[in-house]
């Protein structure tokens, strides 16, 4: 079946960049999504790709596609102890309403 | 104002127990969504309704029952609650198969 995997940790100092990565095995994926979770609360959608994109830059956040690869990244820019929290990459095929969600990646920002 | 409400917050319950959660979106979506995130904030899909009908039913014990009176609404019934459903159950929604936007959450937590 599907899967979707991420590094469970990271931690980054602020203002310096924050790289989270993600890989899905589904070769049919169509969108590709970002989610952000803070303590005690839901997920909060951040962004989200096509297939058909390289890159897809929305003022700190920068998403790279490989699509070859399987691999899907989140950057965030100058990050701030406001970004600390989980995020969740989630892949879905076309038409379907199914995401598959990633392991979450624990991200915490040093000050 | 809030986009997907769901009711309650916390639930804390003996073993045994029946218990339902409800959930409420206001966007003017046609699916609705219940999601259950363990302990190691894993998230997988449980059920999603289609402008009331099921088209989404994961491998989900049969103890579990969705009910969608209307679009608006998707509610969660529980029977014989037992240890492992200790989770947070989301509730999300979407405009067909676009992005999810995703419920506050409810604390399930059975003694």
């Known amino acids: 079946g599907e899967d979707v995997e991420q590094s469970l940790f990271l931690s980054v100092r602020e203002g310096d960049s924050s790289v989270i990565n993600c890989t899905y095995t589904d070769s049919s994926s169509t969108y590709l999504y970002w989610y952000k979770q803070e303590p005690g609360a839901g997920l909060q959608l951040l962004t989200y790709i096509f297939s058909n994109m390289d890159m897809k830059q929305d003022q700190r956040l920068t998403v790279l596609l490989n699509k070859k690869d399987k691999h899907l990244s989140l950057r965030i820019a100058d990050t701030q102890t406001g970004d600390s929290a989980i995020y969740f990459c989630?892949?879905?095929?076309?038409?379907?309403?199914?995401?598959?969600f990633g392991t979450g990646t624990r991200l915490k920002v040093l000050a | 104002d809030t986009a997907v409400s769901q009711t309650p917050k916390y639930l804390v319950t003996q073993m045994g127990n029946d218990k339902s959660i409800k959930c409420e979106q206001n966007l003017g979506h046609d699916t609705m969504y219940w999601y259950k995130q363990d302990s190691k904030k894993f998230l997988k899909i449980m059920f999603s309704?289609?402008?009331?009908?099921?088209?989404i039913n994961e491998t989900v014990p049969n103890r579990f029952s969705p009910k969608s009176p209307d679009k608006a609404h998707l509610n969660l019934h529980i029977n014989s609650l037992e240890l492992g459903d200790s989770a947070v159950y989301f509730c999300a929604s979407s405009r067909g198969v676009n992005e999810q936007f995703f419920g506050p959450g409810t604390r399930l937590t059975v003694l």
């Open positions: 989630a892949e879905t095929g076309r038409g379907t309403y199914k995401y598959i």
């Open positions: 309704y289609n402008n009331k009908e099921l088209i």
